[in-house]
Nanobody
Framework: VQLQASGGGMVQTGGSLRLSCRAS????????SAWFRQAPGKEREFVSA????????YYSDSVKGRFTISKDNAKNTAYLQMSSLKPEDTAVYYC????????????????WGQGTLVTVSS
């Protein structure tokens, strides 16, 4: 599967953005999806994950209560709704997918999108 992330941009503190991760081909319903982010000079970190059916979700403590992950298998797309954004959310956001299980580790994903930049100004 090939993944295409979009929706990044610049927003002020407290604002919202919705990221999209569109998958090519069929059978996206068989894939678990996740979002990771990487800020300048920092390692890639887990943000959120969702099971292939969309029934189970996971969040890092830093985004819990502010971000919502979802998945529309009919549209082959996963989403990350981000609200109450903070300057520390500034990063390149990557979507990822695998067929085995959801994971909070980047090593658990074999398919990656190209990344989309989110900048939150204070």
């Amino acid at each position: 599967v090939q993944l295409q992330a979009s929706g990044g941009g610049m927003v002020q503190t407290g604002g919202s953005l919705r990221l999209s991760c569109r998958a090519s081909g069929d059978f996206f319903r068989l894939y678990h999806s996740a979002w990771f982010r990487q800020a300048p000079g920092k390692e890639r970190e887990f943000v959120s994950a969702i099971s292939r059916s969309g029934t189970t979700t996971y969040y890092s403590d830093s985004v819990k209560g502010r971000f919502t992950i979802s998945k529309d298998n009919a549209k082959n797309t996963a989403y990350l709704q981000m609200s109450s954004l903070k300057p520390e959310d500034t990063a390149v956001y990557y979507c990822a997918a695998n067929r085995v299980r959801t994971s909070t580790s980047a090593d658990g994903y074999g398919f990656w999108g190209q990344g989309t930049l989110v900048t939150v100004s204070s």
